[in-house]
């Protein structure tokens, strides 16, 4: 019983990111089908969304804001049971969002990846320090 749910909890990944930071946007694209709450409405996913990528539970999830505290303390959970956080940052605000996004995976080990959005509204100045 406990191997198994420490096999579960080592198979999560976990897309983690502000909110409409493109994370559902890319849950789409890597699970190649739509859950249908890609929008430009702040907070559009309210819960949890998972499927099965390369061996792997994905999972989609709220944005990170600073409102909604049930929903703040359920991610910090699934941070914790995850084993690869995969962090969405928007080009356009990068150094700002990861220095924020630091705290919530600096006590993590796991593999962390990291995914610029936006990267078609950058400047090109934001592009070629990013390269
Ligand atoms: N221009 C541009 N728009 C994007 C990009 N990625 C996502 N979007 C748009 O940004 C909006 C928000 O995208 P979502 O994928 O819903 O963002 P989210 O992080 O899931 O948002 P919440 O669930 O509300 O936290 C949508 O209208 C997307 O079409 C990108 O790389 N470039
Ligand atoms: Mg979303």
Redesign the pocket.
């Known amino acids: 019983m406990l191997e198994e749910k420490i096999q579960t909890q080592s198979l999560n990944s976990l897309i983690l990111?502000?909110?409409?930071?493109?994370?559902?946007?890319?849950?789409?694209k890597l699970a190649g089908r739509s859950i249908g709450?890609?929008?430009?409405?702040?907070?559009?996913?309210i819960h949890n969304e998972s499927t099965y990528f390369v061996n792997r539970n994905l999972i989609?999830t709220?944005?990170i804001n600073n409102a909604n505290s049930l929903i703040q303390t359920k991610l910090y959970e699934d941070i914790h049971s995850a084993s690869t956080i995969i962090l969405?940052v928007r080009g356009t605000h990068f150094a700002e969002e990861l220095e924020k996004l630091f705290p919530y995976i600096e006590k993590a080990t796991k593999m962390i990846l990291l995914f610029v959005?936006?990267?078609?509204?950058m400047s090109p100045e934001g592009k070629s320090f990013a390269s």
């Open positions: 990111g502000f909110e409409s930071s493109g994370k559902s946007t890319l849950f789409t709450n890609e929008t430009n409405v702040k907070g559009s996913t989609d709220p944005g969405v959005t936006f990267s078609d509204k």
